[in-house]
């Protein structure tokens, strides 16, 4: 009889924890936003209220609140409104440096009815920040007697920002002399590379002057090449 008697508690207790785990997934939910960054303190960033079916009354009563899984709350609850809004700038590159995807996670928290809502915040890319060279001037030193088609490796740009908003190309600007060829590195950088297209002649010209441009999204920036014979 024992015996039984143990094995009818375990029964009981597997059963208890089997319903004590169905009411807390019954519980648990998602929400899923998305919003650009750099937005000003209290930008909307979803309408939590309607996406739930919470009373306003509830939340101006306090009895809903949002909580980060950070030290850092980048998010609040409108208590008049109930959206989901930022609670301060957000810096996409400084949160998430050379990460493709950014998202912040907090937790909507009903206390009276114990429920809890994973939201996610996926934060989106703006374009910025100006992509810069090493170095605004460079001097490289070309003997006439180098054959065309020679190239000479060129520093890359660096671009905090991602996907669409990064470094696209480049452009060069001088004479005939010269042209630009771009590498696809093993990560899908571009490695610029001058080219030499033209036989050079000291006696001519003493100097070239020329203008590398790296672009990103529709903005073109400038740095200015020497090349020297």
């Not at 939201?119 to 460079?138: G, H, L, Q």
């Not at 899908?188 to 030499?196: A, K, M």
Request: proline share 4%; aromatic share 6%.
């Amino acid at each position: 009889m024992c015996a039984a008697g143990r094995r009818w508690g375990r029964r009981q207790r597997a059963l208890l924890w089997a319903v004590l785990l169905a009411a807390w997934e019954a519980a648990w939910g998602q929400l899923r936003y998305s919003v650009p960054e750099e937005m000003p303190k209290g930008s909307f960033v979803g309408d939590v209220a309607k996406d739930l079916g919470l009373q306003l009354t509830e939340i101006s009563d306090n009895a809903i609140r949002v909580a980060s899984k950070g030290k850092t709350q980048y998010f609040a609850l409108h208590g008049k409104t109930g959206h989901l809004v930022t609670a301060e700038r957000i810096d996409r590159e400084q949160l998430c440096k050379s990460v493709q995807q950014c998202v912040l996670r907090c937790e909507l928290i009903v206390e009276e009815e114990m429920k809890f809502y994973e939201i996610e915040v996926e934060i989106t890319d703006i374009n910025d920040n100006a992509p810069s060279f090493p170095e605004t001037e460079k001097e490289l030193r070309i003997s006439e007697l180098t054959a065309p088609g020679s190239r000479f490796p060129l520093r890359e740009a660096q671009d905090p920002d991602s996907g669409r908003n990064s470094l696209q190309s480049y452009e060069l600007s001088g004479d005939e002399h010269f042209s630009l060829a771009v590498q696809a590195g093993p990560g899908g950088d571009q490695r610029p590379e001058l080219v030499l297209a033209k036989a050079l002649d000291r006696e001519e010209a003493a100097f070239h002057e020329l203008v590398l441009r790296r672009v990103t999204a529709a903005i073109r920036h400038g740095r200015a090449l020497l090349g020297s014979t």
